[in-house]
Structure formats: C-alpha cells, structure tokens
C-alpha cells in the first residue's frame, strides 16, 4: 500500500486513526452512500439511516 502524501495526511486528519489509516464511523462502515463520518465524530442525526423502533413508530 502507498504511503500518504504530507498534502493527503493533513486533509483526511480526522479520519486517520493511530495507524494513520482512514477509518469511518461504525454506522457509516456498511453504509453504500457517499456521507461518510469520522469515527472521531459522534453521530447525531444521519439523513440515510434510521432506527427499525423510527419505522416501527411511524408505521413505514
């Protein structure tokens, strides 16, 4: 694997973990959209996920 160029490093940051590899959030890991979230951040709402209780709630 390549290693990262200074100018990448800096840009990916947030998502680089102790291994300085890119890693997302665990809901975003299996998700196929292009919102990916930093395992860094915390998600508080994410436009294509929902909960089963939302649908069971809401009757969808």
């Given at each position: ?46 436009p ?13």
């Amino acid at each position: 694997m390549p290693r990262m160029s200074k100018k990448r490093k800096q840009e990916w940051a947030l998502f680089l973990n102790d291994r300085n590899r890119i890693t997302y959030n665990l809901l975003c890991r299996k998700c196929r959209h292009d919102c990916k979230q930093s395992f860094r951040a915390t998600v508080i709402e994410c436009p294509n996920y929902q909960r089963k209780e939302q649908k069971l709630k809401y009757g969808d």
